[in-house]
């Protein structure tokens, strides 16, 4: 057992918001998965100090929890109108998680057309169908070859649907090298994802969710129809959205109005709008 602390950190609208799905809040406390290691995560709410059971060093989870970013500037400059405000202040210490880029690329496949839910289940039983025990009923997350090797019928009984065959199929280009995740890191942000997209199953959202969760790509500005119905309703009438108002569109204004975080900013309002609904 050890204590994490930073400023500005709250673990709950963090692990809750929706950007990472291995992780279940038990009680009081967090369980997840993270670096094929079991971890368990308890907030003192006063102190903001965090509570570690696990394996992991504590360097680990501090990058993890991108406790190297200074969120206080990362939320002054994208605090640019009253919506944006009033997200920033209810739920401030909301931050993103630097998740494994292997993990989260099939994590990200998955999430195709399906709640968290079943993500949620859909990455249990791909886990503990083809990864590693680790005990207490947790598995690892299975490793590239592993799936590669597979045909689409053998991942039947994981109830994954049309996604098996995109999975096996990611897996073999990482395994052939087709795709070199680590190169992702070392490309401006639209490069990496037309090379993401060239996956079958990765459209322009879930390749912005794979490159600001696990790529550092900041400027990444995943439009879901959470995030189309909220700028629709909150900046719909600016003029930048005059004729065809598209997801594709709503990234690129994303990027011009709220600068190269607007990552952290879609992430606050995505998850403002999920608990709220729009105001």
Request: proline content about 2%.
């Amino acid at each position: 057992m050890y204590k994490l602390f930073c400023e500005d950190f709250d673990l709950d609208y963090t692990l809750d918001c929706g950007q990472v799905f291995r992780w279940d809040k038990i009680g009081t406390w967090w369980v997840g998965v993270v670096n094929g290691s079991t971890v368990r995560l308890q907030q003192d709410r006063e102190s903001g100090e965090v509570l570690v059971d696990s394996s992991l060093p504590e360097g680990y989870l501090e990058d993890y929890f991108r406790f190297d970013d200074d969120l206080d500037d990362i939320l002054r400059r994208v605090n640019k109108d009253s919506f944006m405000d009033e997200a920033i202040r209810k739920y401030r210490g909301l931050r993103l998680i630097r998740q494994d880029p292997w993990e989260c690329l099939i994590s990200y496949m998955l999430a195709t057309a399906w709640s968290i839910p079943n993500i949620k289940r859909g990455i249990s039983l791909l886990s503990s169908t083809y990864g590693k025990e680790i005990g207490d009923g947790h598995y690892s997350f299975p490793e590239p070859e592993t799936l590669a090797s597979l045909c689409d019928g053998e991942l039947r009984n994981c109830k994954l649907g049309f996604r098996s065959n995109r999975i096996v199929k990611a897996a073999k280009h990482v395994v052939d090298g087709d795709l070199v995740l680590d190169e992702l890191f070392k490309v401006e942000y639209r490069e990496a994802k037309q090379r993401l997209m060239y996956l079958e199953g990765i459209g322009g959202k879930v390749a912005d969710c794979i490159l600001l969760f696990a790529f550092d790509k900041m400027n990444a500005f995943p439009v879901d129809t959470h995030v189309e119905k909220v700028v629709r309703h909150y900046y719909g009438d600016r003029e930048f959205f005059n004729g065809t108002v598209t997801k594709s569109k709503i990234g690129d204004w994303g990027r011009m109005y709220f600068g190269e975080y607007c990552g952290y900013a879609q992430q606050y309002f995505f998850y403002q709008k999920r608990l709220e609904g729009l105001i």
